[in-house]
């Protein structure tokens, strides 16, 4: 449960975002799952939105109900009114991505947390995308925070992890009857009751002290030491993934053979005024468009590039590139793929920190064979 390094690295990342404690985990599934059973058990549920990473997806849909947890989807472009029809007296957490993978759309955290808030529950909410350089949540209302540290943190695809980290802004007490793992005693830690013992920190300890204590999934303190070497140039990287993805995405709308491109950082996204808001800086490198053609029109693209990578991974210095109805939303059934934004014909194009040139040179050469 304790790791000088670990504690350290998490440390580090609390402070970038802004929280009073962190804690990390082997990764981002793990620490998707740690956040919402720190505070959910069996013949609980929980609000999502629709449009998230595939395997978070399937976690909320399939195995969180096999331990008799639901999850409602929900639209988070939806009006506050539609997505409050999703709460029950049994909701104990409202959950989305702040840039949703692969769809590339922007969550409206002032509007989610609002809702939760009025429902007397946390926000939980994914900044992997965004990384606390470009968004800090916690002071648009978010309640906890969580990151796969496999992507932009870690930068160089060298180890996976995650991590959790916990604004101390929710008030447990106040809701005590809707959280009594943290607001009754815990008979499996000396009867003691984390919200009383712990303050603004009952939430990570107990996630730490109960769950990574009975669950495993602890971080390698190899992996978290390579993992802060990602951390000391995050701000630096963060920078050139935003300026290429930019030109990238320009370069991309102007040509004939592109369908579509969706960008928030585009003025003709309709996630454009939100990413200003939220997002001023620059949101990522990640960029989602469609070709013109067929499935085997993009596949045949894909398979041209020479700089660009056909990879699962996402988010690190190298660029790369996936069709994810094929791969990481291979599981879900065309009515799902609809509900999570993944068009069949959507690339989700990881731009690197290559020199831009050279990375539009690639796409250029690539989209002659189609």
Not at 26 to 43: D, K, T
Not at 206 to 232: H, V, W, Y
């Amino acid at each position: 449960m304790q790791n000088p390094t670990n504690d350290a690295v998490a440390a580090k990342i609390a402070a970038l975002e802004g929280g009073v404690g962190a804690m990390l985990t082997s990764s981002g599934q793990a620490a998707n799952f740690y956040a919402v059973f720190n505070i959910c058990e069996a013949g609980d549920h929980l609000v999502c939105s629709s449009t998230i990473y595939g395997g978070t997806f399937n976690l909320f849909s399939v195995t969180l109900k096999k331990l008799g947890i639901d999850c409602t989807f929900i639209d988070a472009d939806a009006p506050d009114e539609e997505i409050e029809k999703a709460f029950r007296p049994n909701t104990k957490c409202l959950f989305g991505e702040i840039i949703s993978n692969p769809s590339i759309n922007v969550l409206d955290i002032e509007k989610f947390a609002r809702i939760a808030h009025k429902h007397g529950v946390p926000l939980i909410v994914d900044n992997t995308f965004a990384t606390p350089i470009n968004c800090r949540p916690f002071e648009w209302g978010a309640d906890i925070v969580t990151h796969s540290t496999t992507k932009y943190m870690d930068g160089h695809a060298t180890c996976v992890g995650g991590a959790i980290v916990d604004s101390g802004n929710f008030d447990w007490m106040a809701h005590a009857d809707k959280f009594p793992g943290l607001t009754t005693p815990d008979e499996s830690y000396h009867g003691l009751t984390y919200a009383k013992a712990f303050g603004k920190m009952a939430y990570i300890t107990k996630a730490t002290a109960q769950l990574m204590r009975d669950l495993g999934s602890i971080q390698s303190p190899e992996n978290a030491f390579l993992l802060n070497l990602g951390l000391e140039t995050l701000h630096l990287r963060m920078q050139r993934h935003c300026e290429n993805a930019q030109q990238v995405a320009e370069w991309l709308e102007a040509q004939p053979k592109v369908k579509w491109v969706n960008y928030c950082g585009l003025k003709s996204s309709k996630y454009y005024e939100l990413a200003q808001k939220y997002l001023p800086n620059g949101s990522c490198g990640v960029i989602a468009f469609g070709l013109e053609g067929t499935r085997e029109d993009a596949i045949r693209f894909m398979d041209h590039l020479q700089l660009a990578c056909i990879v699962t991974h996402v988010a690190d210095a190298r660029t790369c590139v996936l069709h994810p109805a094929s791969h990481t939303h291979r599981q879900l059934t065309d009515e799902q793929l609809k509900e999570a934004g993944v068009a069949p014909d959507l690339i989700r194009l990881s731009v690197g920190i290559e020199n831009v040139n050279d990375i539009i040179a690639d796409l250029q050469q690539a989209m002659g064979t189609i």
